[in-house]
């Protein structure tokens, strides 16, 4: 069974792998500092359409995130 604590750890580390800091991200998708911060710490997950435009924006495989890729 998938965890929501694997989905986040999974986005945590591609997060923190990107490069890209955390203003960076937020200022991409148009969010609040603050918000990408709790996406970072794993306090926040990001709503549907914010993941996968994160997904898309940052080139992260949202299938390796939810735990369904190889």
């Known amino acids: 069974m998938i965890t ?3 989905i986040r ?3 945590q580390e ?3 792998t ?3 800091s955390q203003s960076e991200i ?3 998708l148009n969010l609040s500092s603050h918000t990408v911060h709790c996406y970072f710490h794993g306090q926040k997950m990001p709503a549907l359409d914010t ?3 994160l997904c898309k924006e940052l080139d992260i495989d949202a299938l390796r995130i939810l735990c ?3």
């Open 14 to 16: 591609e997060l923190k």
């Open 26 to 28: 937020a200022r991409r």
């Open 9 to 11: 750890s999974n986005l």
């Open 68 to 70: 369904l890729g190889e």
């Open 51 to 53: 993941f996968a435009n």
């Open 18 to 20: 990107s490069g890209l």
């Open 4 to 6: 929501l604590e694997q």
